[in-house]
Every structure is written in C-alpha cells, then in structure tokens.
Nanobody, 115 residues
Framework: QVHLVESGGGLVQAGGSLRLSCAVSGSIFGLNIMGWYRQVPEKQRELVAVMGDSGSTNYAESVKGRFAISRDNAKNTVSLQMSSLKPEDTAVYYC?????????WGQGTQVTVSS
C-alpha cells in the first residue's frame, strides 16, 4: 500500500518562500515519477514540477526560476522549494507519484500567498 503525506503549506506574503515536503510510504522501486501538482477551485489540477527517478525534471512555465524540486530516493521523499511567491501561486498543492502504471496522490496542503 502506497501513501503520500504532505507537509509545509501555509500563509506567506508575496515575495516570500515556502518549502513543501512529501513522504511516500510503501515499497517503491524501478521507474517512477514524483512531484507536485496544484489546484484552485473550479479549475483543473495542473502540473507544478515533477522529477523522474533518474533526476530529469519538468516545470510549469509559470514557476520556472522560482521553484525547485528535489527528491531523496533512499528516503522516498520529494520536496518543493518555492521562492518569490506570487498571489497567483495560491492553491492546494498535491504530492504526486507515478509508479507501476498507477498514479498516487497526497491529501493536499494549502498554500496561500497574500498580496
């Protein structure tokens, strides 16, 4: 059984920084992708940043240069360092794992950026 648990969301002023972390429990091996999506009410969930087990990354254009994804394969954790936050970054952020042809999601953590 695979479970994802996020931490680190909260309220921050525009221009500030936050770090999100996600711990994945369960046995994960082989090819996998870990990362972050976000969602605001009445909009589709969108990719923020993902990283493959080999270290390849993919970022949304809107966060390039401001957010940095990292992962620790030995600990099955993935983190997102968010800097220069903008009010439009306000959303529920979801940890994501693609493994063994399945998608797994965390429960989500709220990030609110005040102007």
């Amino acid at each position: 059984q695979v479970h994802l648990v996020e931490s680190g969301g909260g309220l921050v002023q525009a221009g500030g920084s936050l770090r999100l972390s996600c711990a994945v429990s369960g046995s994960i091996f082989g090819l996998n992708i870990m990362g972050w999506y976000r969602q605001v009410p009445e909009k589709q969930r969108e990719l923020v940043a993902v990283m493959g087990d080999s270290g390849s990354t993919n970022y949304a254009e809107s966060v390039k240069g401001r957010f940095a994804i990292s992962r620790d394969n030995a600990k099955n954790t993935v983190s997102l360092q968010m800097s220069s936050l903008k009010p439009e970054d306000t959303a529920v952020y979801y940890c994501y794992l693609h493994f063994a042809f399945q998608d797994y999601w965390g429960q989500g953590t709220q990030v609110t950026v005040s102007s």
